[in-house]
Structures are given as structure tokens and as C-alpha cells.
Nanobody, 123 residues
């Protein structure tokens, strides 16, 4: 079992930046695949970025070159640095974790543990 809490959401103008954080507790997060998934009103959840146990990262095409995912050495904090934000990035961003092997880390169904989300609004 793991608990996840997101921080850092807010409102920014197009072209601006935000850094999201996800604090993990209750389990050894370093043994999990950790990911960021976003959802806009009326839209399906969209995998944004992930980082695996070995540090391998995966990004959605829509954010490549703009977003960077990372984690601390202990695996207790997950980060998402978002640069050059666009209005279409507006969504609730969720931190997610999965302890079993993940074949498609950008697919929301791969994750069993979820945070409550943090809102990002880009004008």
C-alpha cells in the first residue's frame, strides 16, 4: 500500500512553467513505477510521463521536449517540471504508482494507486 499526494498546481499564462511534486508514503516507492496522468473535463485520462525502477523515463508525444519527470534517490518524491505550458495542458494532474511490472507506463489502467490530483490551468 502506498499513499500519494500531489503539490504544485496552479494557474499560469501560456509559455510559463510549473513544477509538480508527488509525496509517497506507506511503502517503498522506489520499487514502483511512478507516473503522471492528467484529465481534462469531459476527456479521458492521458498518460503524461513515467519513471521506472531503473530510472527509465517515458513521455507522451504531446509533452516531449517541454516536460521532465524525475524522482529523488529514495523514491519518496516524484517531480514533473513543466515548461512552455500551453492552454491544452490545462487538466487535473494525478500521481500514480504500480508495484507490478508495467508494459505500457503511459496507460492509466496500469496503475493501482492514485493521488487525489492537483489542478493546472494555463490561460
Amino acid at each position: 500500500q502506498v499513499q500519494l499526494v500531489e503539490y504544485g498546481g496552479g494557474s499560469v499564462q501560456a509559455g510559463g512553467s510549473l513544477r509538480l511534486s508527488c509525496a509517497a508514503s506507506g511503502a517503498t516507492a522506489s520499487s514502483y513505477c511512478l507516473g503522471w496522468v492528467r484529465q481534462a473535463p469531459g476527456k479521458e485520462r492521458e498518460g503524461v510521463a513515467s519513471i521506472e525502477r531503473n530510472g527509465r523515463t517515458t513521455y507522451a508525444d504531446s509533452v516531449k521536449g517541454r516536460f521532465t519527470v524525475s524522482r529523488d534517490g529514495a523514491g519518496k518524491i516524484l517531480y514533473l517540471q513543466m515548461n512552455s505550458l500551453r492552454p491544452e495542458d490545462t487538466a487535473t494532474y494525478y500521481c500514480a504508482a504500480e508495484p507490478s511490472p508495467v508494459l505500457k507506463p503511459l496507460e492509466a489502467y496500469e496503475y493501482r494507486f492514485w493521488g487525489k490530483g492537483t489542478q493546472v490551468t494555463v490561460s
